[in-house]
T-cell receptor
Framework: GAVVSQHPSRVICKSGTSVKIECRSL??????MFWYRQFPKKSLMLMAT?????????EQGVEKDKFLINHASLTLSTLTVTSAHPEDSSFYIC????????????????FGPGTRLTVL | AQSVTQLGSHVSVSEGALVLLRCNYS??????LFWYVQYPNQGLQLLLK??????LVKGINGFEAEFKKSETSFHLTKPSAHMSDAAEYFC???????????FGTGTSLTVIP
């Protein structure tokens, strides 16, 4: 099946630093990738949708200058949390949707394993 | 707007008992429907999905779900719970004209030995 990886799986950083999280589709090309945030014992909250080669679309209430998203290739999207603060500590999950016409169709997204961010 | 309701944030069953996790959606047009499982500190794993084919969908690990249009429901069941089924379960909808998932708030399943 389709595999999506995230790196790192865990990161601990000091307040004020920036952290970059990578999301890769390993065996398919993803024209669209999604970034979610999950608070403890809560559902996933869609933060933004990134399309390869264009600017990301952010959900209401998500600061685009704080959560920088880059989707430079069909297999890689990055989320950079700039000037991280303790309230940014969370579990970040990406998902990738295969390019239109792929054998798996466009109705399934494949999720990465998540990245646990802890800001001290 | 889409919404997904999972009744019961916590469900406890005895090992070997029936598992029933409820999911209702709001949509005038039946969307695609999914169930995901999440183990602690891990991402989401697809259990099964409904994409307008058979209304009874079988998934991995012995789980199945039935799409009922009249009830706008997609409840998840498993005849006999196993200890390894303890996890968080999320129901999600994907509008067939949309571009994103809408997740329920999740149901934490506890299996009692």
């Amino acid at each position: 099946g389709a595999v999506v990886s995230q790196h790192p799986s865990r990161v601990i950083c000091k307040s004020g630093t920036s952290v970059k999280i990578e999301c890769r589709s390993l065996d398919f090309q993803a024209t669209t990738m999604f970034w979610y945030r999950q608070f403890p014992k809560k559902s996933l909250m869609l933060m933004a949708t990134s399309n390869e080669g264009s600017k990301a679309t952010y959900e209401q209430g998500v600061e685009k200058d704080k959560f920088l998203i880059n989707h430079a290739s069909l297999t890689l999207s990055t989320l950079t949390v700039t000037s991280a603060h303790p309230e940014d500590s969370s579990f970040y999950i990406c998902s990738a949707r295969e390019a239109s016409g792929g054998v798996r169709g466009t109705d399934t997204q494949y999720f990465g394993p998540g990245t646990r961010l802890t800001v001290l | 707007a889409q919404s997904v309701t999972q009744l019961g944030s916590h469900v406890s069953v005895s090992e070997g008992a029936l598992v029933l996790l409820r999911c209702n959606y709001s949509s005038s047009v039946p969307p695609y429907l999914f169930w995901y499982v999440q183990y602690p500190n891990q991402g989401l794993q697809l259990l099964l999905k409904y994409t307008s084919a058979a209304t009874l969908v079988k998934g991995i690990n012995g789980f199945e779900a039935e799409f009922k249009k009249s009830e706008t429901s997609f409840h998840l069941t498993k005849p006999s719970a196993h200890m390894s089924d303890a996890a968080e379960y999320f129901c999600a909808v994907y509008p067939n004209t949309g571009n994103q998932f809408y997740f329920g708030t999740g149901t934490s399943l506890t299996v009692i030995p």
